[in-house]
T-cell receptor, first 116, second 115 residues
Framework: EAGVAQSPRYKIIEKRQSVAFWCNPISGHATLYWYQQILGQGPKLLIQFQNNGVVDDSQLPKDRFSAERLKGVDSTLKIQPAKLEDSAVYLC??????????????FGPGTRLTVL | AQTVTQSQPEMSVQEAETVTLSCTYDTSESDYYLFWYKQPPSRQMILVIRQEAYKQQNATENRFSVNFQKAAKSFSLKISDSQLGDAAMYFCAFYSGGSNYKLTFGKGTLLTVNP
């Protein structure tokens, strides 16, 4: 079974530029998560999708971050414009369902973003 | 809000020895899950072990075991017979309905295994 795929693996941009990250979850997984992991910290959830609907985006900085999951499969996370403090690893994860019980989240390899 | 605290930023162990990583958490929930994740330099988070709060028996997965103290809100990970491949960041994580079914992670412990 193929795992969660993410691209690119690395991205370096100047502040105020835009950037987009792509995630392809495990086939059949209805729930998709985007996490931000700043150096020296644990991952923090930015947004959670159930199929193509948003379940939780309470920690997503909506003035500059956006995410979509068209057709309930792939997802794209965008930052526009980027700030220095956005430098982090962006992890995507997926699980077979959510709510009422735990289903293991499987993580992708992440995208390391450096904002100069 | 739930919080997860890992008080050991770094730990080291000799190959073949045993090491224990500490984790405490704060919650008012009675039904929840606790996890230990491993993150090697490749950055991919790997689930090491999981504990359901309603289970009194401590979880075990091969060389990995936990000491779950519910009343003390403590959840430590013991790695026996440490191997070079165990070197990684280890994150303790909490999950419950009260946290909107999302994982809350600690800041992590960097484990070094010395040959």
């Amino acid at each position: 079974e193929a795992g969660v795929a993410q691209s690119p693996r690395y991205k370096i941009i100047e502040k105020r530029q835009s950037v987009a990250f792509w995630c392809n979850p495990i086939s059949g997984h209805a729930t998709l998560y985007w996490y931000q992991q700043i150096l020296g910290q644990g991952p923090k959830l930015l947004i959670q999708f159930q199929n193509n609907g948003v379940v939780d985006d309470s920690q997503l900085p909506k003035d500059r971050f956006s995410a979509e999951r068209l057709k309930g499969v792939d997802s794209t996370l965008k930052i526009q414009p980027a700030k220095l403090e956005d430098s982090a690893v962006y992890l995507c994860a997926s699980s077979s369902t959510a709510q009422s019980s735990y289903n293991e989240q499987f993580f992708g390899p992440g995208t390391r973003l450096t904002v100069l | 809000a739930q919080t997860v605290t890992q008080s050991q930023p770094e730990m080291s162990v000799q190959e073949a020895e045993t090491v224990t990583l500490s984790c405490t958490y704060d919650t008012s929930e009675s039904d929840y899950y606790l996890f230990w994740y491993k993150q090697p330099p490749s950055r991919q988070m790997i689930l090491v072990i999981r504990q359901e709060a309603y289970k009194q028996q401590n979880a075990t997965e091969n060389r990995f075991s936990v000491n779950f103290q519910k009343a003390a809100k403590s959840f430590s990970l013991k790695i026996s017979d440490s191997q070079l491949g165990d070197a990684a960041m280890y994150f303790c994580a909490f999950y419950s309905g009260g946290s909107n079914y999302k994982l809350t992670f600690g800041k992590g412990t960097l484990l070094t295994v010395n040959p």
